[in-house]
């Protein structure tokens, strides 16, 4: 079996996304806070629907993805946001988004 050489098996994250997690650690964003998507963001994985803007729709942070089970992720879009929304067919469809702190804001 192949392995990786140490030095890349282990990555830690930049100064620079050190500063951006420190910055958005303030309290206002964390699990199970409602949030509103602010700015145009399309997505084409719901189900029964080719594409959709998220702008202006509110959902639940349900994870935060910069650390998993203890250990420092450096994720690009560290919030998992549950929304629902209903069907043509008038059945709530439920579905996650990863989105980052300047596509999503609390109310």
């Not at 450096?74 to 209903?86: G, I, L």
């Given at each position: 079996m192949y392995s990786l050489?140490?030095?890349l098996v282990s990555v830690r994250p930049t100064g620079a996304t050190r500063s951006r997690i420190?910055?958005?650690?303030?309290?206002?964003?964390?699990?199970?806070?409602q949030?509103?998507?602010k700015s145009s963001v399309i997505?084409?994985?719901?189900?029964?629907?080719d594409t959709l803007d998220?702008?202006?729709l509110e959902g639940e942070i349900s994870?935060?993805?910069r650390q998993v089970k203890g250990t420092d992720l450096?994720?690009?879009?560290?919030?998992?946001?549950?929304?629902?929304?209903?069907g043509d067919n008038g059945k709530a469809s439920k579905f996650f988004a990863h989105l980052t702190d300047e596509e999503i804001e609390a109310i």
């Open positions: 050489p140490r030095h420190a910055a958005s650690s303030d309290g206002t964003l964390a699990p199970g806070v949030v509103r998507v997505v084409y994985h719901v189900p029964k629907t998220l702008e202006g994870a935060d993805m450096t994720a690009n879009m560290p919030w998992k946001v549950k929304f629902e929304r209903e």
